[in-house]
């Protein structure tokens, strides 16, 4: 979906990921100072908006990796939370990744990005 607030059409996505619940506010925080979290279309007076949905992760660290939690061979189950947040213009979803891996504490980050249509 394309979006414009200044005559300038931009592309909307949805950036997903999970992340440790300790962890959760610091995640946050990351994303949305790189601009993701702002509604538009609409009246553009809301920021930091996401959606959270509580979870369980669970992992098994193989040989070579080195969990931030857990232990290498043993299965691991962990409370994450799932967020769900827009970001308006792909410099700004690319922003938003890059602060959420340098924010997040495992070394794999799982998130994924889809781009909205409009219909």
Same mark, same amino acid.
């Given at each position: 979906m394309t979006v414009s607030t200044t005559g300038i059409s931009l592309e909307r996505f949805t950036?997903? $990921?999970?992340?440790?619940?300790?962890?959760? &506010?610091?995640? *946050?925080? #990351? @994303? $949305? &100072?790189?601009? #993701?979290?702002q509604q538009y279309p609409g009246s553009g007076h809301y920021t930091h908006v996401c959606f959270e949905t509580p979870g369980i992760c669970q992992f098994k660290p193989e040989k070579g990796a080195q969990p931030n939690i857990g232990t !290498?061979?043993?299965? +691991? %189950?962990?409370? /994450? @939370?799932? +967020? /769900? !947040?827009?970001?308006? =213009? %792909?410099?700004?979803? %690319? %922003?938003?990744?890059? *602060?959420? *891996?340098? #924010?997040?504490?495992?070394?794999? +980050? #799982?998130? =994924?990005?889809?781009?909205l249509e409009d219909f």
């Amino acid at each position: 979906m394309t979006v414009s607030t200044t005559g300038i059409s931009l592309e909307r996505f949805t950036l997903t $990921f999970t992340v440790p619940t300790a962890y959760l &506010s610091a995640c *946050k925080e #990351a @994303i $949305f &100072s790189a601009g #993701a979290g702002q509604q538009y279309p609409g009246s553009g007076h809301y920021t930091h908006v996401c959606f959270e949905t509580p979870g369980i992760c669970q992992f098994k660290p193989e040989k070579g990796a080195q969990p931030n939690i857990g232990t !290498v061979g043993e299965l +691991v %189950r962990v409370e /994450e @939370i799932k +967020v /769900e !947040v827009l970001c308006v =213009g %792909r410099e700004v979803v %690319r %922003r938003a990744v890059e *602060k959420l *891996k340098e #924010a997040h504490p495992y070394e794999e +980050v #799982a998130y =994924g990005v889809v781009k909205l249509e409009d219909f």
